[in-house]
């Protein structure tokens, strides 16, 4: 039954796409805007894979919280690196230090690098910071509740798209899979990387 599930889950996150029933929905800093934005940029998808991937790595090995707590420490830091942009608080490296996001995330799911809930948990949320204060920064005019609510949403999906990843190969063929998976994302954040 998990297995369904997290294959519908994937199933329905690679098929979606934004509604955008008024013209120039995306312009207005809506809700809609929000969840558009975290898919807009590569970057920002495999990191949000990667911790998903991870995560779901460490409920494998024992740290079963970590699952659910790994990703939502990402979701909460990511919101408060939104407020930081919003506040004008000025931090540096950030575009580095997102792409290294997701080099380490990548990485970290390639060795399946198991840590105690807790470090992975301030680990994910350090980078999360980062990826907040982007999205922040990328805001222009636009409506701050709606616009942050919907990529808090977007992110959360993604996150459960490595989940479900995670748990549909949830063999210890499907782990390597995964390593795999993790390795490839390493590799492409080095590539985004180096075009940036």
Do not use: C, K
Not at 72 to 82: E, S, T
Request: glycine content about 16%; overall charge positive.
């Amino acid at each position: 039954m998990t297995r369904r599930l997290a294959f519908a889950a994937i199933a329905s996150l690679a098929a979606a796409s934004p509604a955008l029933a008024h013209p120039g929905a995306l312009d207005h800093g809506s809700l809609a805007a929000g969840m558009a934005h975290p898919f807009l940029g590569l970057d920002h998808v495999l990191a949000m894979l990667a911790v998903g991937l991870w995560a779901s790595l460490l409920g494998a090995q024992g740290e079963r919280r970590a699952v659910w707590l790994v990703p939502a420490a990402f979701v909460g830091a990511m919101a408060v690196g939104f407020a930081l942009a919003l506040s004008g608080l000025a931090l540096p490296f950030v575009e580095p230090t997102i792409l290294a996001s997701v080099v380490v995330l990548g990485l970290l799911a390639a060795a399946a690098y198991t840590v105690p809930v807790g470090a992975g948990m301030a680990l994910v949320a350090s980078f999360a910071l980062f990826h907040g204060y982007a999205h922040g920064g990328e805001l222009g005019g636009a409506n701050a509740l709606g616009f942050g609510l919907g990529f808090a949403v977007s992110t959360a999906l993604l996150h459960l798209a490595g989940i479900g990843l995670g748990r549909l190969l949830g063999s210890s063929a499907g782990r390597i899979l995964i390593r795999f998976m993790g390795g490839a994302t390493a590799v492409a954040g080095l590539v985004v990387a180096m075009g940036a």
